[in-house]
């Protein structure tokens, strides 16, 4: 068995087809594993599935997956066992921001990327981002929604390979300190007592306030990024609330940092490579490794 592919760990990763989700491909490739790279567009997921195979990486299989609709996911579901009968390692990494950015003159952007520090930049990008619903709802229908139903209709599989990992790629926006809410926060918090089913609630409870323009009401995260902050916390309880449940398998979340990608303009201040390296250290850590648990990077840290 050693070295043969049958004893290859399989890796599936979603949003692959740039971005830190690509690198995690990369990377897991590279380290001996046989990656299934995702993307919701057939075209763009090829091409990325070319770059990997021209750098000499050539057990990468494409399918495609948009996260957001269920149907896909059970295709994809369906794919990963007919191919391979298990699935190792799954990375869910398909994001979007929930909201919209003028970024205005090109020049500006050169100045932000070159002269202002990591906090400096994210205010600038505050200032000049507005959150409609539809964006919202995106958010939470992809970073949310999405992240459970791959997780749901992949589960089968990954409690058929005997030392799963789930890495979900959160944010440290979704640490429960952006929460204003007490009780919110205490809810968010109190995994013992916190189920799925009651996650999907505060989803459309946000959404409705989002709508009503009460954010405040219930104390959900203000000043910016509402939405993707709240799709991010819910997330990491999904998260913990599974790895609770699946005590066979090691799940865990994490912010890969502020990384240089589209999501961002290019504004970060790490490269793919260092934004990956937190994703693929969960993915290959030992049996033994933490699960339920927020990482920083690769630094474990609390969700608060
Ligand atoms: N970059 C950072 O500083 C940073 C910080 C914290 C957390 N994160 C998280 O890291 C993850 C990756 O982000 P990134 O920085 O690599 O951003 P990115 O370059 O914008 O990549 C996002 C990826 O998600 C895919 N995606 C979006 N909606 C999808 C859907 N419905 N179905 C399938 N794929 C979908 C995109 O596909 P298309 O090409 O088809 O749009 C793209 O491949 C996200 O979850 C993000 O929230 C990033």
């Not at 902050?229 to 398998?249: F, G």
């Not at 865990?252 to 290019?266: A, E, M, S």
């Amino acid at each position: 068995m050693e070295g043969g592919s049958s004893c290859r760990r399989v890796a599936l990763v979603t949003g692959a087809n740039r971005g830190i989700g690509l690198e995690v491909c990369r990377q897991l490739a590279s380290s001996g594993a046989t990656v299934v790279l995702t993307a919701r567009d057939e075209k763009r997921g090829a091409t990325a599935v070319d770059a990997l195979r021209e750098l000499g990486l050539s057990d990468v299989v494409f399918c495609q997956l948009d996260v957001g609709e269920p149907s896909s996911a059970a295709r994809l579901a369906d794919f990963v066992m007919d191919t391979f009968g298990r699935l190792d390692i799954l990375v869910n990494n398909a994001g979007v921001s929930g909201v919209r950015m003028d970024v205005g003159d090109p020049a500006a952007l050169h100045q932000v990327r070159t002269s202002m520090s990591a906090a400096e930049r994210l205010e600038w990008f505050n200032q000049r981002t507005a959150e409609p619903f539809e964006e919202a709802e995106e958010c939470l229908r992809t970073n949310y929604h999405g992240t459970k139903n791959v997780t749901e209709a992949l589960l089968p599989l990954l409690l058929s390979s005997s030392d799963a990992r789930v890495v979900n790629v959160s944010s440290s926006y979704g640490l429960l300190r952006y929460f204003s809410g007490e009780e919110l926060k205490h809810e968010l918090d109190d995994i013992d007592n916190l189920s799925a089913e009651r996650l999907d609630e505060l989803s459309g409870l946000f959404l409705k306030d989002f709508k009503n323009g009460r954010l405040d009401h219930r104390g959900w995260p203000v000043g910016g990024f509402s939405a993707y902050k709240v799709s991010k916390a819910l997330i990491n309880a999904y998260t913990r609330i599974l790895a609770k449940k699946h005590t066979s398998m090691r799940l865990n979340c994490l912010d890969p940092g502020y990384v240089k990608t589209d999501i961002n303009f290019h504004t970060g201040v790490l490269t793919v490579e260092e934004g990956a390296r937190g994703p693929v250290m969960l993915s290959l850590m030992p049996k033994e490794g933490p699960t339920g648990s927020y990482f920083n990077g690769t630094e474990q840290a609390a969700f608060m």
